[in-house]
């Protein structure tokens, strides 16, 4: 438990389930919680900087000292709920003023609450961070005993990893006490598919695909931990649809304004499943490209392989982050196996990169490949083309469009979506999957409400999507409209070669 001072006197805080209690005590040099919406991670969170502070060693002069950056996205985000939960706890009449400059800061200062003579000496700094870029220069400006992140499912590992740079600099060891702890902790929601966390925590394998200094970075370093706290509800399925029910392990209960049975009234799956169930989830914000993908009818349950000897369409999408999607079609159903996307690399890196990649996933297969006609450009510095670059690799490329018309490109896809069992993509896919589900989507047009841009985002998970509609384009859907008087292209032949394939859990 953790002691603290109200206008009435002491307070005693105790986290409200097991989870949460180990986490509390947990003097890992970085931590991480996971769990539902009202479950009582922030409050454990404010408690756990206090206790730290209160545990630092007294310097010459009886003073325990300790500096302390807590961390969201943006200063509005920090005012309305981070800031909002900190002062409902620590209250600026009994433990000192409340800067609201940029950044806010609180300067804590109160007897030892033991009664050891001793002094408790905190400064606390909200600072708001919304990238890698803005927490290296931001890091290089402070030297801190330890940090909190709140809402780590919006934040990089890049951001945690310069603010683990700075930590154990404060109180400086010349005065007296060096850093009894050091270090940092962070507190979320469910992530979105995709997210550094799940893959750091072993939810979810590494892609074959990454490179060994990729996968590297998501070993979880000596001294990291990772708490999950049960889900609020249980799901049980009956007949094909889920319903829920209340969750005994739930932790923080006892606290919730509203109860879980209330809080999904009204609510989609997707909500339930992240902000209730604990899951990592499919979320944008913005208004989804294809509103009418649906998690539970639109991916497997299970890994998807080819068919032996069914042709298998490739989608591509060009640039400096290019993508590529497989998929085989059978009856007007579409499933999609894999994904391989390229990180600000060119064509000539990524053609060769891909060929290797359908090698092994696909030997022997006849394969079709369909991309957009800018792979058709060429650059300000030579006439080459992606087109001509993918056709020295043995890889022919036609147009799924003509004009790349964006209004037949997404009427083609919500016809497949539409078709009862018209789609179903893999798992494996994360970056596909996530864009579906509204990683691709037109952004909110800020200010407004209900008022989205006219053009999607164009972002890491647009190219994925785009190439699976130049993957379905190429494939046959929508013949009448894109080819006109043309043939459908010939397939071409893969290499056949000796591999073997590992499924995936």
Same mark, same amino acid.
């Given at each position: 438990m953790s002691i603290s001072f109200t206008p009435e006197?002491? !307070?005693v805080y105790e986290p409200d389930g097991p989870v949460l209690t180990e986490a509390f005590w947990d003097r890992s040099e970085f931590s991480v919680i996971q769990g539902p919406i009202g479950s009582?991670?922030?409050?454990?969170?404010?408690h756990k900087i206090f206790v730290i %502070?209160?545990?630092q060693e007294p310097d010459r002069e009886g003073v325990r000292? %300790?500096?302390w950056l807590i961390v969201r996205e943006s200063y509005p985000q920090l005012e309305k709920t981070t800031i909002k939960t900190w002062l409902d706890w620590f209250a600026e009449e009994v433990f000192g003023d409340f800067r609201r400059s940029v950044p806010p800061t609180h300067m804590v200062r109160v007897p030892h609450p033991s009664g050891d003579g001793t002094t408790v000496e905190i400064e606390l700094i909200f600072i708001a961070i919304d990238s890698p870029e803005v927490a290296e220069n931001i890091a290089a400006s402070f030297e801190i005993t330890g940090f909190w992140v709140n809402e780590a499912q919006f934040v990089e590992k890049a951001v945690i990893d310069e603010l683990l740079s700075r930590c154990g600099r404060y109180p400086p060891p010349k005065d007296g006490a060096g850093a009894t702890w050091f270090g940092g902790f962070a507190d979320m929601n469910a992530p979105v598919e995709g997210h550094w966390i799940p893959y750091m925590r072993g939810d979810i394998p590494l892609p074959d695909e990454w490179t060994d200094d990729m996968k590297a970075e998501m070993t979880? +370093?000596?001294?990291?931990r990772f708490f999950m !706290? +049960?889900?609020?509800?249980i799901e049980v399925m009956e007949d094909g649809r889920p319903t829920y029910h209340p969750n005994p392990a739930a932790e923080n209960q006892k606290h919730l304004v509203k109860p879980y049975m209330q809080q999904i009234r009204g609510k989609k799956k997707s909500w339930i499943d992240r902000r209730v169930l604990n899951k990592t989830g499919l979320y944008a914000e913005g208004k989804a490209v294809y509103e009418s993908f649906s998690e539970m009818e639109h991916i497997s349950e299970v890994d998807l392989y080819p068919t032996p000897g069914a042709t298998v369409f490739v989608g591509l999408d060009f640039g400096r982050d290019p993508a590529a999607v497989m998929g085989q079609c059978f009856q007007g159903e579409w499933r999609v196996m894999e994904e391989l996307i390229g990180d600000n690399v060119s064509a000539e890196i990524f053609a060769p990169k891909l060929k290797r990649f359908l090698a092994e996933k696909f030997p022997g297969h006849e394969m079709i490949f369909g991309g957009d006609p800018r792979g058709r450009d060429g650059t300000q510095a030579t006439e080459t083309t992606a087109y001509d670059i993918f056709?020295?690799?043995g890889m022919r490329v036609e147009q799924a469009t003509t004009d790349n018309d964006p209004e037949l490109r997404r009427s083609t896809v919500d016809k497949v979506l539409d078709r009862r069992n018209g789609l179903q993509i893999s798992p494996r896919c994360l970056v596909l999957k996530t864009g579906m589900a509204g990683g691709y989507h037109y952004p909110k047009i800020k200010g407004t409400t209900g008022l989205y841009a006219p053009r999607p985002k164009k972002n890491r998970y647009s190219h994925p999507v785009e190439a699976m509609e130049n993957m379905m384009l190429i494939g046959g859907e929508g013949d009448n409209i894109v080819l006109g008087s043309r043939t459908r292209p010939a397939p071409a032949k893969m290499p056949k070669r000796r591999v073997r394939l590992r499924k995936f859990a």
């Open positions: 006197g002491l !307070q009582g991670t922030s409050s454990m969170c404010c %502070s209160c545990e000292k %300790s500096r979880p +370093p000596e001294g990291w !706290q +049960p889900p609020g509800l056709a020295t690799h």
